[in-house]
């Protein structure tokens, strides 16, 4: 099923000088790996095209059940250098969670752990 990343995991980001750095993680185990295969570098270069980044680097960290991303140069030279209304990347995050991801259904039944869930118990 089609659903945007926000459905499984959640973010924070903010810069590192020029560049953006992005966390993203998930809350159970099943989801992990739904993770490492739809957030690759280069889906993520294509949904952050427009700001005309020079690459994406992708650290996994499994036993955290998350990646760490770094956006090269997407801040067009970051906070104190950027004519950029996000010139230091606080809502990248949330940018990346809008980008959709096949997930298998059964990882959205109630109960799963999807980030919803846990806020609401």
Known sequence: MRVPL????????????GDANVGLWVSTDAAYPVLLDQVTPERVSEHIRPLHASGVTRHELPNLRAVNLVLHDALDGGGTVSLRSDAQGKTLGAALLRMPVEVPED???????????ENDA
Not at 6 to 17: C, E, F, L, P, V
Not at 107 to 117: A, K, M, S
């Open 6 to 17: 926000s459905t499984i995991a959640a973010a924070r980001s903010g810069d590192k000088g």
């Open 107 to 117: 990882l959205l039944q109630p109960g799963n752990g999807t980030p919803d869930e």
